[in-house]
Every structure is written in C-alpha cells, then in structure tokens.
C-alpha cells in the first residue's frame, strides 16, 4: 500500500557477521514521502539494515537502489541520504547556526546561500531565535531538532533516524514525534526510521516493517499491523494481545481451558489448530449477565491497573487463565466501576478477533 513510487528497494539482501545473521534476506520497497519504520526488538537487525541503507556497512548479498539507481557499491558520501544519529553528534564548539551550515560550507556552497538555507532550516525546526547558542545552551528536545535541521539542510532524498527520541524524556519524547511528522510532511523528504517502540512507530509511521531475527515478518500501515497482524510475533510485539490457542470444531474453535467454544467469523475446517488473538480494548465486561454462550465468559478480576484516562484489568477465567481488558474511564466516578475480586462477563464479537496460523 505504498503511497508513491519506491525510492529505496531493499533486494535479496544480507549481512552476516561471522556465524550471526544481521539481516536474513529482506526485500523491501519504502516510497516516496513516506515515513517509515523499522521496528523490532533488540538484536532483530533493524540498526544493520539502516546502517546498509546509508552506506555504513557493506551487504553480505543482495543489492540496494535509492530512486532507481543501485547504491550497493556506492560510498556513504556519494547516496543521497543523510542519518541523523541517537547522539546527534553534534559540534560542540560551533553555535548552532554553525552546526546546520557545516555540511554546505564543505561542500563550498556560497556564503550567501547558506545563509538563507541555514535560516529556513531553523525556522522549520522553530529554532529562529537560536542561532547564536551553542549546543550545551539547549535542552534535549532542541538539540535533537538541531540535529535534524543540519540533515535537511543539505535536501537529501532520504533522511535516515536511529532510534531519534531516545534521548527525550516521555512527555517531550511526544511533542518531539508530532514536531518530528510535522517537518517531515512539511519538506516532503522520504524518512526512514529505525525504533524498538512501537507505540512511537506507530503514531509516527506511514508504514512499518516489524522485524524479528533477522527478517522482515510484515510490512503495513499500523492500523493493519495493530488491526490484522500477520502472525504471532507481530501480534504480541504490536500493543497487548489476549491469546486462545484452540482446535476447530463446527462453527467454533475449542480451548482446552474454556467452557464454551470461541466463536469465529468464519468456520474452519474442522481439526485444523489456530490461535485467536482479541486485544483487551475489543473486549467488553460487565457485572450483569450470563456467563456462557459464545464469546461470553464469566471471570473474577484479579487485578486492576488504573491509568487516568483508562484502566486495565486481568481477568481470571477458568483456573489460569487471565485475560486481559481495558477500557476508557469516561465518566466521572468518585468509586471505580469494577473492583478487584467482582465477577465480571466479558464477551465480544467474533469480527473483532483474529485468527492466526
Ligand atoms: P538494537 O535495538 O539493540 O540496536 P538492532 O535490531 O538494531 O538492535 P542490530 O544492531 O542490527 O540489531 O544487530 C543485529 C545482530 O547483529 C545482533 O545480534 C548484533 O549483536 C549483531 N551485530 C551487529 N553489529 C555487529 C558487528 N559489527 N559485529 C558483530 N555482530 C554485530
């Protein structure tokens, strides 16, 4: 579901170090405009495929092309992407305005045209008034759009991100993604961006690639990714996921641990073993009602996690099993709605649950 032409296809390509598989074989194409993620746990290969993209690391096999052209063999220097580091790596001895302009004085730019490029670029970034300052003047979010405005500056076709807002603090780490989408949209420029966070590749991302040893286990939009997970892995890494695995059997699925069947959308065949993945906000509970039927299980809550603006809950089911709910606080209450140790139904409808393989 690109939204343009590819500027980047990843073809075939790998990297061992030693007996290690970084990347296992990956194709993959990122469009033009686009922001897109690389998300995966630790050690899952994504740093090495961006390291690859800009040039860093050499591929053990497959090919690279950034708008049409093959890159594999060309210096990092000589792509049309430029990468922003976790560090920023920014000059400390330089003002600011010294910093974003260090690219187009080596490349021997006349001074009167980095003068007006260096003064776009920090009023994009909304550091106008900053030009002066030297980068220990500034607080963490504002180096960070330092760094951003230095690898603008130079309009590369890519802009490269490693883990960006690692640095920030939560609150400033979300102005600091919307800020960061903003000037994103705003210059056009496709960026690629590797994160572990999925909640921030979420909110930032036109589309994501999750990753996980090595290789690329689904590429989508996040609605698709969070909504239709492909897979297990993605299913778990992606926000929280109740699992039932089960066996079908007439128009249901039997779990071993549930009184009654699970309902599917549509029936399968029967014998064939899946699992059924319901996040815990498709969930609905209740103190009143039956507690058997399909999709209907009664439960005790075991805990309860209030959040402010939601509150999560496990929710014993059967002897083990806990399953986990969430739901808006959204009227005013003096007394929580549910408390630890209440009987509780939870039910919900098959279309909002999953089936995997
Ligand atoms: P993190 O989020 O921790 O940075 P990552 O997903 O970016 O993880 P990579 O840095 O790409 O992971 O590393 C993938 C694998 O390759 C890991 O097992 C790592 O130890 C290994 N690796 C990465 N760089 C090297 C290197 N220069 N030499 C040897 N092994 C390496």
């Known amino acids: 579901m690109s939204t343009g032409a590819p500027v980047i296809r990843f073809e075939g390509i790998r990297k061992s170090f030693g007996p290690v598989d970084a990347v296992a074989g990956v194709d993959l194409d990122i469009a033009e405009g686009e922001f897109f993620s690389l998300l995966g746990p630790s050690g899952c290969g994504k740093t090495t495929l961006l390291r690859m993209l800009a040039g860093l690391e050499d591929p053990s096999a497959g090919r690279i092309r950034i708008g049409g052209n093959d890159v594999t063999d060309v210096p990092p220097f000589a792509r049309p992407v430029n990468m922003m580091f976790q560090s920023y790596a920014l000059f400390p001895h330089m003002s600011v305005a010294d910093n974003v302009a260090f690219g187009l004085k080596q490349e021997g730019r006349p001074s009167a045209e ?56 939560r609150k400033l780490r979300e102005q600091t993604q919307f800020e960061l989408v903003r000037i994103q949209k705003q210059v056009g420029i496709t960026f690629v961006m590797v994160t572990h966070d999925q909640e921030e590749a979420m909110a930032m991302s036109t589309r994501i690639a999750v990753m996980n040893k090595g290789r690329v286990l689904q590429v989508g939009r996040p609605h698709d990714i969070y909504e239709y997970p492909a897979n297990r892995f993605v299913a778990d890494f992606i926000g929280e996921a109740n699992m039932f695995e089960g066996v079908a059997e007439g128009e249901g699925l039997r779990v071993a641990d549930l009184e009654c069947p699970l309902a599917l959308e549509k029936p399968l065949a029967a014998g064939t073993s899946v699992v059924v993945m319901v996040r815990p906000e498709k969930i609905a509970m209740s103190r009143d ?37 969430t739901s808006a606080n959204r009227r005013h209450h003096t007394e929580p709605a549910v408390e630890r140790g209440d009987r509780v139904v939870l039910s919900w409808h098959p279309a909002n649950a999953v089936v995997l393989p």
């Open 114 to 169: 980095i003068k007006t490029r260096v003064a776009e670029m920090l009023d994009l970034v909304q550091l106008g008034e900053f030009g002066k300052r030297r980068p220990h003047q500034l607080s963490g979010g504002q180096r960070q759009r330092v760094a951003l405005a230095r690898c603008l500056v130079k309009h590369p076709r890519v802009v490269l991100l490693d883990e960006p807002l690692a640095a920030l603090d």
């Open 289 to 325: 009602g039956d507690g058997a039927g399909a999709n209907r299980f009664a439960g005790e809550v075991a805990e309860i996690g209030y959040h402010g603006g939601v509150s999560s809950y496990r929710v014993r089911v059967g002897a083990e099993r806990l399953v986990r709910v």
